[in-house]
């Protein structure tokens, strides 16, 4: 068109003097109705409307007449139709329409240029009505997101001038680097999210342009749950300490988990750390109940570490662990237990009073008053009175005390029962035995049985004139009410009328003569035996005296003697049929000797015991059968002297 237009001025420089070069331009708004005016072009050639018309002024382009109209009669040019710039010239920021108008008669030749200017006739646009964005929590804060930009058909001004969040809230923000790219924009997320908080947010992108035309976009966030909670322990009851005879399935504790997060994230399973007493039950969703599994025993163990790990199953998981210390209270459920099956105390005779002799020991293993053992004396057997008034045990230390003195001749041991009792409800308690042994003193001192001690007629021994040496001519015997080395006897010679003539044997009391009688020796000979204690320790008060007198008789008294012997030889056998006991036969010997020799009178039974098991002692100990002679008897007269003559 251009070079049309240049064609045509140089064709009117050259032949025409009228001709304009340079365009008569005119603008219009678009979208004008069809023959609103455009230009009084007439005015502007400088010719009135009817010479216009004369010279059948019109216009020449095609392009021109499609759009506009030249009217003769009032020399305006109008619009032929509605004209539409973003038609025509699409995003250009110019539209300009170029056509002439022609005039004959001179011809004249002129360019019209028509620049057609935009009006605000289109709304920006959003390619999405609505856009959704899955956003995992707690991404990076200041991430984003793209969202395609709206489009607006006009242009300059009144094209896209801004766009903004509806509502406006803090997390989000919209922006569109228009000069790089002016198709993307994005969204901005300006804090972290939190699924547990929100799990959706909705809003509108909206695009304004410069005559106020907007639209907007919808947008979704779904924030997706990242597994950033750990399970939680609620505990709704806890019951320590437990009784240590708590039943099998007793609940300890209750409580419930829970996990904000949701699906796997908040699957949530519970475990025990490895635990043989306790175990976990649950019943309904959430709620776990604690409950034992076996007997508990306190005395075992008084306290359990229970350590529950509730997991969920995200990956990686986060767990929770919660301790529950459950301290177990004690039971009487332990009799006290004495440190010894029995107890052997010993108290040696004659006492103090109130002798501490010894102590019991028992040991409670419960705690507490359940353990606080005090100590009884209580009956053997239950039929049984009081127990012996002369023992008592302090209930509170064991200690046990002989309270009056005893005497090892009535009383040479005593059992009693201890009973060992805690302070439990109901109690428990436990027996022992205590045997108390009296040890022997040598309190006794030796009775003399043989001579007999009672004043007259003293006793007398007959030894024939021709006896010889070694011959027996008497015995001394003697008990001890003692026992063992206590009641060990000695015998020894302390005086004679002839002291060399006797001799008397230390542990037999035998008398026997040292050499044959003879004529000078005096008739009537007087000894003096003296009898002694053998313990280590000889008590002097104990010994005693005897005085044996001895008579030798001539031949003259012979047939006398003789049927004095036989006389006692008849009386043994009377006695030894029925009346007399012999355990061991060197004791009968000696006592046979006796007899033989006539020195045992037959009003003397004896009974036989021995010392204390050994068969080979040399010592032998003779007990009267006969009740009436009492021992006070012999202590009481210590040293009884015997004058026969
Ligand atoms: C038992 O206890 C008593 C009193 O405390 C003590 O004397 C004794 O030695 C103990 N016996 C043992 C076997 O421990
Ligand atoms: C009993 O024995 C226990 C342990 O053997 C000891 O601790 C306690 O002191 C004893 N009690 C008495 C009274 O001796
Ligand atoms: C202890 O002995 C008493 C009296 O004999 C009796 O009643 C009680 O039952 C005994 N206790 C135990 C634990 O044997």
């Keep these: 068109m251009a070079a049309a237009r240049q064609v045509l001025c140089l064709w009117a420089l050259l032949g025409v003097p009228r001709v304009r070069c340079e365009p008569i331009r005119y603008s219009v708004a678009e979208e004008g109705e069809s023959g609103s005016v455009v230009a009084d072009v007439a005015e502007d050639v400088g010719l009135a409307p009817a010479e216009l018309s004369a010279r059948h002024a019109r216009i020449v382009s095609p392009a021109g007449r499609h759009h506009f109209r030249f009217e003769r009669g009032t020399g305006r040019l109008v619009l032929a139709e509605r004209l539409d710039r973003e038609q025509m010239c699409g995003r250009s920021p110019t539209c300009t329409l170029a056509f002439e108008l022609l005039l004959v008669d001179p011809l004249h030749i002129v360019p019209v240029e028509v620049s057609v200017k935009d009006i605000n006739d289109h709304s920006p646009v959003f390619p999405d009505e609505r856009v959704t964005f899955k956003i995992p929590e707690r991404g990076d804060q200041g991430s984003r997101f793209p969202l395609r930009a709206a489009q607006d058909l006009d242009v300059g001004s009144n094209d896209i001038q801004a766009y903004s969040i509806i509502p406006e809230n803090e997390f989000f923000a919209v922006s569109f680097r228009s000069q790089i790219d002016p198709k993307s924009g994005e969204i901005r997320v300006m804090i972290s999210l939190d699924f547990e908080t929100t799990q959706k947010y909705e809003f509108s992108v909206r695009a304004v342009d410069g005559g106020g035309l907007s639209s907007m976009c919808k947008v979704v966030v779904e924030v997706l749950d ?133 102590a019991v020991n028992a040991t409670d293993r419960d705690a507490g008053s359940n353990a606080k053992v005090s100590y009884s004396l209580v009956p053997a057997h239950p039929a049984e009175q009081e127990p012996c008034s002369c023992v008592s045990v302090n209930s509170e230390n064991g200690h046990v005390f002989v309270l009056r003195p005893l005497d090892y001749e009535q009383l040479k041991q005593l059992d009693v029962v201890v009973s060992a009792a805690d302070a439990g409800s109901p109690a428990l308690s436990s027996n022992v035995t205590v045997r108390l042994m009296v040890v022997d003193e040598n309190d006794n001192a030796p009775l003399v049985l043989h001579p007999a001690q009672d004043s007259s007629p003293p006793s007398s021994e007959v030894v024939p004139a021709w006896a010889e040496a070694g011959d027996l001519v008497g015995k001394v015997v003697a008990v001890d009410a003692d026992s063992g080395q206590n009641s060990w006897l000695s015998y020894e010679l302390l005086k004679a009328t002839e002291p060399g003539l006797f001799a008397v044997g230390a542990q037999s009391g035998e008398v026997r003569l040292r050499r044959p009688l003879t004529d000078r020796d005096t008739v009537k000979q007087k000894l003096i035996v003296l009898q002694s204690p053998a313990a280590e320790h000889e008590d002097s008060s104990l010994t005693t005296y005897l005085i044996v007198s001895l008579v030798f008789v001539s031949l003259l008294f012979l047939v006398s003697a003789v049927a004095f012997v036989a006389c006692k030889v008849c009386k043994r056998k009377d006695l030894s049929s029925g009346h007399v006991l012999y355990g061991a036969s060197n004791v009968q010997s000696y006592v046979a000797d006796g007899a033989a020799s006539g020195t045992l009178p037959h009003a003397y039974c004896y009974e036989l015991s021995l010392t204390t098991g050994s068969g080979n002692s040399e010592f032998k100990f003779l007990k009267p059968i006969l009740p009436s002679l009492t021992m006070q008897h012999c202590s009481t007269e210590p040293g009884a002297q015997f004058n026969g003559f």
Excluded: W
Aim: net charge negative; charged share 15%; hydrophobic share 40%.
């Design 226 to 358: 990242v597994n950033d909670n750990a399970p939680e322990v609620v505990i709704s009851s806890f019951g320590s300490p437990l009784p240590e005879n708590a039943e099998i399935g007793t609940v300890v504790a209750l409580f419930a988990v829970s996990d904000q997060d949701s699906g796997v994230n908040g699957e949530i399973s519970c475990a025990l750390e490895d635990q043989l007493s306790f175990s976990l039950r649950s019943d309904y969703k959430n709620y776990y109940e604690l409950v034992t599994i076996s007997t508990l025993d306190r005395e075992e163990r008084a306290q359990h570490i229970v350590v529950v790990t509730a997991a969920d199953a995200g990956s990686p998981p986060l767990t929770t662990t919660h301790t529950f210390t459950v301290d177990i209270s004690d039971v009487n459920d332990n009799a006290p237990i004495f440190n010894q099956t029995s107890y052997t105390m010993f108290v040696h005779e004659n006492n103090v009073p109130a002798l501490l002799v010894g």
